[in-house]
Structures are given as C-alpha cells and as structure tokens.
C-alpha cells in the first residue's frame, strides 16, 4: 500500500533553496547534506537533490501545493516577488491558485 508520495526538486544551491522555502513557505529543514535536502511543513515534505548546472530556463520540475490561508500567502509571495509571470491569483472552474517559482524556476501551483 502507497502511503506518501513526495517530490524531489532540483536546486543548483541548497542553501538558497532552503532559506527560499522557510521565508517564503514556512518550510523547516529535516535533513541536510552535502548533495541533499529535505523539508517539511507539517505532514508535507519536500525533497531537494543538488545539481549545480541545473538550466533554469528548461528546468520543468512542478508540484501543486493545497492551503487554507491563500489570500495571505499570495500577498506574501508578491512581497518576494516569486509569482510566476502568467501565475497570477485567479478563480478557475475547480477553485482559486496561483503559481510561484523558487530560486531554480522549479513551479508551484497554490491553492485552496
């Protein structure tokens, strides 16, 4: 039986990968080593596997993120200025999200 499923990101520096995700997602650090990250937000988790050339232009690396708090948390990511270009804040037929990027272009999709 499955009992999680987790995605594993690419980040070309997992220091400014971490701070990224604890300022931005309230993330905290599980686990770090020297070519490897893992955080959490509660029951959430989240891996990072370091790859210094990663090309962020094609980098394709996503995960749709569900919250309770989504008109906070966009105002903050305007505040870091991580919205996507075409991420902005909207309602779609199956609820409201919009997308952010981290340091390394990989995308998350919020919403409620």
Do not use: Q
Request: aromatic share 10%; with cysteine.
């Amino acid at each position: 039986m499955i009992k999680n499923i987790t995605p594993v990101f690419i980040s070309s520096n997992l220091d400014v990968t971490e701070k990224f995700w604890i300022e931005v997602l309230s993330f905290k650090t599980d686990g770090k080593h020297d070519d490897y990250l893992i955080m959490n937000n509660g029951n959430i988790e989240v891996h990072f596997s370091k790859l210094p050339s990663v090309n962020k232009k094609t980098n394709n690396c996503a995960c749709y993120l569900g919250v309770d708090n989504l008109d906070d948390l966009y105002k903050k990511c305007l505040e870091f200025n991580c919205v996507h270009p075409n991420g902005k804040l909207e309602k779609l037929p199956w609820g409201r999200e919009f997308a952010i990027v981290d340091p390394d272009c990989n995308l998350i999709k919020i919403a409620e």
